[in-house]
């Protein structure tokens, strides 16, 4: 609370802070982009169903505008919507709610919900499905931590699966850019390193570097 809360001076009176639930461990913010405005809301991992009833009441509250749900965890590393059985939370308390369950009780009910961003899990991955009103849901995991190219590469003959600490990430972000002026609207995904001060793209070696993450990258 003392970190999140609404009435913290990073989010207190900020106009594009519009509503927090438990202290601010659910949250949610507008954006404008690209001449449209955006909802966000930031989900705490396998939510009770109260947390559920608050972001459905802001949705109500901002209702069309094009939503965006962050949460530590949806999609795993293989593009499943399940938790590790070691740290599903609904088993221990049948109110919570597992990726699955929070996708057919809450996302997949929402159409103006369009894409769901997650963590957790290590690497990337994506999967895209229709809500129940036909419309495309882009679920995205993203998860660098990993990633420690920025060592093992200044380390003499060490082996890019050298025994160092996860938690690293080589200070990559994943750039989501919107182009709504297009005749049809795209959005476009970029992963940028601090470290290397690039784009994936402009690295030569960035596919071996990271193939462990998944065989097709």
Not at 15 to 37: C, L, T
Not at 200 to 217: I, Q, V
Request: proline share 6%; glycine share 8%.
């Amino acid at each position: 609370h003392a970190t999140f809360g609404a009435d913290t001076p990073f989010f207190r009176d900020k106009p594009w802070y519009v509503s927090s639930y438990r202290g601010g461990a659910n949250s949610a913010q507008v954006f404008n982009g690209g001449g449209y405005r955006f909802l966000h809301l930031g989900l705490e991992m396998s939510p009770h169903t109260d947390v559920i009833e608050w972001a459905e009441s802001v949705l109500a509250k901002y209702k069309g505008l094009p939503t965006i749900i962050s949460i530590h965890e949806f999609i795993d590393g293989e593009g499943n919507r399940e938790s590790l059985d070691c740290l599903d939370l609904s088993r221990l308390d049948p109110d919570r709610h597992n990726p699955q369950r929070l996708w057919d009780r809450f996302v997949s009910r929402h159409d103006q919900i369009f894409a769901v961003l997650n963590g957790h899990f290590h690497g990337c991955r994506h999967r895209i499905d229709s809500n129940q009103f036909g419309h495309p849901v882009y679920q995205f995991l993203t998860n660098y931590q990993t990633r420690k190219q920025s060592v093992t590469g200044s380390v003499p003959d060490a082996q890019p699966d050298a025994h160092i600490l996860d938690g690293i990430g080589d200070g990559w972000i994943r750039m989501m850019e919107f182009d709504l002026a297009a005749d049809q609207p795209r959005l476009r995904l970029r992963a940028y390193s601090t470290y290397f001060k690039a784009y994936s793209t402009e690295l030569p070696n960035y596919a071996s570097w990271y193939a462990s993450e998944h065989p097709d990258l």
